[in-house]
């Protein structure tokens, strides 16, 4: 079988001797036009992986950061029509590998197949439900693999190398690692003074257990500690520091312009 | 049938960070619930602190306008004035078996709050509460009875500000806290284990109105009737009944003023539909494309946008009818009771009470209705004094 886009895009950053880097967006921040021109510089400035959010009224696994953004999205009209809709028109202009990241429940009110089809179509490569634990994934799987649309698995320092081996199993695409027993955005997992050990153990564990990537996620906030990084990830996401920098009066390049 | 599910209903739907503690719950109940001393110990606070077993009342006044026998199960008084407690104690029991030192739990209109806390305050344990900021404000007597026993009150000031957001919160605030803390739900709702928990906590008041209904009536009811919100004073009032065919079990939902357009509390008798919110798949209030819509009530109790799965799935089997009244019907039936029997109910329960006053003349003549009086009615005198001045 093919190597999936989202790997590929991963072990190019590798090849440069680089971490992928991962921005997040909620769909239509900040606001309904200007998202499509950030999501173009994003893409333009050195995105591997361009992570898209689908806004949920009831985001339990997001901080405040994230969760404002998100209701305001909501507020504004956002729905997967819409982001489906202008991403179909979109198709093939983003060098970038694409994952929607979001809740089920508008997945599931969508349908579950209609949303593998139509994600496909539109040119997503994968997606993060955040509510989806192993337990729970047997049907977004088959509604998902039939269109060859990966369900990227999320894991944390709490997860068990025995659960990690459960979703490591058939991992497609990459794993997203959540470097802090939290929400995203609250608190940073390490500054520049280093590494803590239980998390330095943490990664080592989900690289042992994956055959993908490993994407390190939530608290990320200074470039410095990409160095620490450096041969434990593969790749880093950026979530609620990209939205603090467009709602500081900043834009997307110059955001990765930080981090590159 | 799946684990966590009854029927289609139920599951796990919560980030990966929550599985760890949810599995040690899950391993909890199984090994420490059904040991000799935590039954014994439960069972003695159950008797010593929350007053078991409480009253089956019947209503001499109210059956003769009615030509029904109406029963109360009174957990009115229960301490704490609602069957909460019988949920907090049990949780707070288990939280110090597992060597938690705090407890965190949403609240709405603040009554699983306070159970939580006077809980807390029992067995040594810290508690921290969280609840919306709009509740906080309407519900400032109960904000400070969990101040007065120790609790911390967090108020939740995003989304709506109210106990759909609170629950958010407490979920948050679990995945970081949950070495130390054990999040005591206060419904029959939200990720398995805790619509098992909740409902194995609850059910002592079917097991005490099913003895008590054989030893005073000499019969078993013809109705059992509750009020359902999130559905934990429903499931405990109808589990021992379950296998009971013949009695029939009512759950009685908040239809809020029943005007066209306003919101309402009903997902089940009026317009829900599967989905998944707070880690369970049941029936919601929500848009087509999957947003929660927010959810109204009289009765802060009832105020919630989403139903425990069992009832979902009781609803879908057709062993119990989920039927809905209007804030009126209930505002009447607090009024009627107190007036014909002496007891105040509170407005969550009033729904249940509504229902049956409203609907006797279609009973059997001389049937057995045993009503869930949930709670009392102190807290809802200002919304109570308010309607009957309107009124006037």
Redo the contacts between chains.
């Keep these: 079988m093919s190597t999936n886009i989202l790997t590929k895009r991963i072990e190019a950053a590798r090849a440069k001797g680089r971490l992928a880097l991962i921005p997040f967006l909620p769909a239509g921040y900040p606001d309904k036009k200007r998202f499509w021109d950030e999501i173009d510089a994003l893409d333009a400035s050195g995105a591997d992986i361009i992570e898209i959010g689908m806004p949920f009224s009831d985001p339990v696994a997001d901080g405040p950061v994230v969760e404002h953004a998100s209701l305001k999205c909501l507020d504004a009209g956002v729905n997967l029509k819409w982001i489906l809709g202008e991403l179909a028109a979109r198709k093939g202009r983003y060098q970038a590998g694409l994952v929607l990241m979001g809740y089920l429940n508008p997945v599931l009110q969508y349908g579950l197949e209609a949303f593998a089809r139509d994600a496909v179509s539109a040119g997503v490569h994968g997606v993060i439900l955040a509510d989806v634990p192993f337990e729970e994934s047997d049907r977004v799987h088959a509604a998902f693999d039939p269109h060859g649309l990966v369900l990227i698995p999320l894991v944390g320092l709490n997860t068990t190398p025995a659960r990690m081996a459960l979703y490591g199993a058939d991992a497609k695409g990459f794993v997203y690692f959540v470097s802090v027993l939290g929400t995203t955005g609250v608190r940073a997992s390490f500054d520049t003074t280093g590494l803590p050990a239980h998390l330095k153990q943490g990664l080592e564990t989900a690289k042992a257990a994956f055959p993908v990537p490993v994407a390190l996620g939530f608290g990320l906030k200074h470039p410095d500690q990409l160095k620490e990084l450096a041969g434990l990830v593969d790749a880093a996401v950026f979530g609620s520091a990209l939205i603090r920098h467009i709602d500081a009066g900043g834009d997307s390049k110059g955001f990765m312009q930080i981090w590159k | 049938m799946k684990?966590?599910y009854f029927g289609e209903f139920g599951?796990?739907?919560?980030?990966?960070?929550?599985?760890?503690p949810l599995l040690e719950l899950e391993d909890a109940m199984a090994r420490i619930l059904p040991s000799k001393e935590f039954r014994d110990e439960l069972a003695s606070e159950l008797k010593h602190f929350v007053g078991r077993p409480t009253a089956l009342t019947f209503c001499p006044n109210l059956s003769a306008k009615l030509g029904v026998k109406l029963w109360l199960k009174r957990e009115d008084l229960a301490h704490g004035g609602a069957h909460k407690v019988n949920n907090t104690i049990g949780q707070a029991l288990l939280a110090k078996k597992l060597g938690k030192t705090r407890l965190l739990a949403e609240t709405g209109a603040g009554q699983h709050g306070v159970a939580s806390a006077l809980a807390a305050a029992r067995l040594g344990l810290e508690c921290t509460i969280y609840m919306g900021a709009t509740d906080v404000e309407r519900q400032s007597l109960n904000v400070r009875r969990m101040r007065l026993f120790g609790a911390e009150v967090v108020a939740v000031d995003?989304?709506t500000k109210t106990l759909?957001?609170a629950i958010?919160a407490a979920?948050?605030a679990w995945?970081?806290e949950?070495e130390t803390t054990h999040y005591c739900f206060g419904t029959a709702a939200g990720p398995h284990p805790f619509p098992l928990l909740v409902r194995e906590l609850q059910a002592i008041i079917s097991r005490e109105a099913r003895t008590q209904m054989l030893d005073q009536a000499g019969c078993l009811p013809d109705y059992v009737v509750a009020c359902v919100g999130g559905g934990s004073n429903a499931i405990g009032a109808f589990h021992e009944f379950v296998p009971d065919a013949k009695v029939r079990l009512v759950g009685v939902e908040a239809a809020g003023t029943g005007k066209p357009g306003d919101w309402h509390s009903a997902p089940l008798s009026k317009q829900g539909s599967p989905?998944?919110?707070?880690?369970m798949l049941t029936q919601?209030i929500?848009t087509?494309?999957?947003?929660?819509l927010p959810s109204h009530s009289i009765a802060p109790g009832l105020d919630y946008p989403g139903v425990g799965p069992e009832h979902a799935a009781y609803q879908a089997s057709g062993r119990a009818l989920y039927v809905s009244v209007t804030d009126d019907v209930a505002l009447d039936a607090f009024v009627e009771l107190s007036r014909n029997e002496g007891i105040m109910p509170a407005l969550e329960s009033s729904h249940a009470l509504g229902w049956v006053l409203k609907n006797a003349d279609g009973f059997k003549p001389g049937s057995n209705v045993v009503v869930c009086l949930s709670g009392r009615g102190d807290k809802d005198l200002d919304i109570v004094n308010d309607y009957l001045a309107q009124k006037a």
Excluded: C, T, Y
């Design positions: 684990k966590g599951g796990q739907f919560v980030p990966e960070l929550l599985m760890p995003s989304g759909k957001d958010n979920l948050r995945i970081a949950q989905g998944v919110l707070h880690g919601l929500q087509d494309e999957g947003q929660i």
